[in-house]
């Protein structure tokens, strides 16, 4: 007898309050614990279960975070990626816009400091293309506030074959699924193969 096909399907999320607290909360957790959590959840799945086809889905920080693990992990065998951004400098300089503050190069000095990770270092945009020619698919939605639909494309433009994009009109952030959950559903499942 053997054993079913195990699929490691892992959902990565982020809640911070604030544009500061925020940014650097972002920052902390994409360069501390949200990378090295996500690589020994495939590190587990692939030691328990020997052959297991692992696929990532990951929500705005958690999208790019999945992004920058399959691309440097070949046991990922497909990314659906809900909102992630490019570069998390064109994310906190958006909403920085209007503040007059080097807040920007003000938050990148501090987690530079504090959690060994500049901007530079968390750039989705610079490693999608290792994923191909796995199945990326990236969703976005046309009115997000909080991470441009710009992102998206940009990304796209960048993966390569392999790589699907699903602009969802009139929606904000991650809210594909709510705008249509049936459908979100079907399509997600049939792209992750469960």
């Known amino acids: 007898m053997t054993d ?11 809640a911070g309050g604030g544009l500061a607290v925020g940014a ?3 920052a902390h957790q994409i360069s501390g614990p949200q990378r090295p959590d996500l690589a ?19 929500f705005s920080m958690g999208a790019a975070t999945s992004i920058l693990v399959a691309a440097r992990d070949r046991r990922v065998e497909r990314v659906l990626a809900d909102s992630p951004f490019a570069g998390i ?5 958006s909403a920085a816009r209007g503040m007059h503050l080097p807040l920007v190069a003000l938050v990148d000095l ?12 968390v750039q989705p945009v610079d490693v999608v293309a290792e994923i191909a020619p796995r ?8 009115q997000d506030h909080v991470i441009s639909v710009e992102h998206a494309h940009r990304l796209a433009d ?6 699907e994009l699903r602009i969802v009109d009139g929606v904000d952030h991650c809210g594909a699924y709510f705008a249509d959950r ?7 499942a049939g792209f992750l193969g469960l």
């Open 89 to 93: 400098h064109g994310v906190i300089a």
């Open 110 to 121: 501090v987690t530079g400091l504090r959690y060994g990770c500049r901007f530079r270092e």
């Open 40 to 58: 020994a959840a495939i590190d587990w799945a692939a030691e328990r279960r020997p052959g297991s086809r692992i696929s990532l889905l990951g």
């Open 135 to 142: 199945p990326l698919l990236i969703i976005h939605g046309t």
């Open 24 to 26: 650097l909360a972002a």
């Open 182 to 188: 049936p459908g979100y559903i079907e399509r997600a």
């Open 158 to 163: 960048a993966a390569g074959d392999g790589c």
């Open 4 to 14: 079913p096909v195990v699929r490691l399907v892992t959902a990565l999320g982020l």
